[in-house]
């Protein structure tokens, strides 16, 4: 598909879904919740956002796609990363 991030890489995935592509992803679901959060958003409950002193440190992201699974509603607001 020619997927390429912000500075230039391409983004691609292994056969195990694991790569710079899914990497690219995590880094904007972090950076989303970080927005959230610094915005004053409880993000209680997601227990697949990894918080210290303030500052998102990483996200599982098996347990990130099963929370967007259970999802009944799609989020409402600009943001693409569903946190509520």
Known sequence: MGLK??????LALDPSGDGSFKDYLESCVVASAQKALDAGQS?????WISIDGGE???IDFGAYLA???RMETPPEGPSPIPLS
């Open 5 to 10: 991030d912000q500075d230039g890489p391409p």
């Open 43 to 47: 993000l209680a409950g997601k227990s």
């Open 56 to 58: 998102v440190t990483g």
């Open 67 to 69: 929370y967007l699974g």
